[in-house]
């Protein structure tokens, strides 16, 4: 069992910056992936960036060269640092993990996790 507790959120006026961050905790051993996703009022949730155990990265292209996602193993974080905001980055973001979990029968599985989300809001 994982919980997702993101922090953050908030209004900023365009081009201005934030910093998103999630802290796991619970009973797992081992973060795989650790992502961050937003939905945007009136669309689907979609994927804004994802990082590896090991570190590598991949973005959506909306926010490539503006958002950047990184990770500390050790305190099981994953942040978000979003610069050059845009009205149209408006949404909810969620945290989200997969971890390696024992199940009732005793094996080892790999289950996915979602945070409640966190507001951000682009305007001026």
């Known amino acids: 069992q994982v919980q997702l507790v993101e922090s953050g959120g908030g209004l900023v006026q365009p081009g201005g910056s934030l910093r998103l961050s999630c802290a796991a905790s619970?009973?797992?051993?081992?973060?795989?992936?650790m992502a961050w996703y937003r939905q945007i009022p009136g669309k689907q949730r979609e994927q804004v960036a994802i990082i590896t155990r090991s570190g590598s990265t991949d973005y959506q292209d909306s926010v490539s060269g503006r958002f950047t996602i990184s990770r500390d193993n050790a305190k099981n974080t994953v942040s978000l640092q979003m610069n050059s905001l845009k009205p149209e980055d408006t949404a909810v973001y969620y945290c989200f993990c997969n971890a390696n979990i024992r199940d009732a029968l005793g094996n080892w599985r790999i289950l996915g996790y979602w945070g409640q989300g966190t507001q951000v809001t682009v305007s001026s």
């Open positions: 619970g009973s797992f051993l081992g973060i795989n992936n």
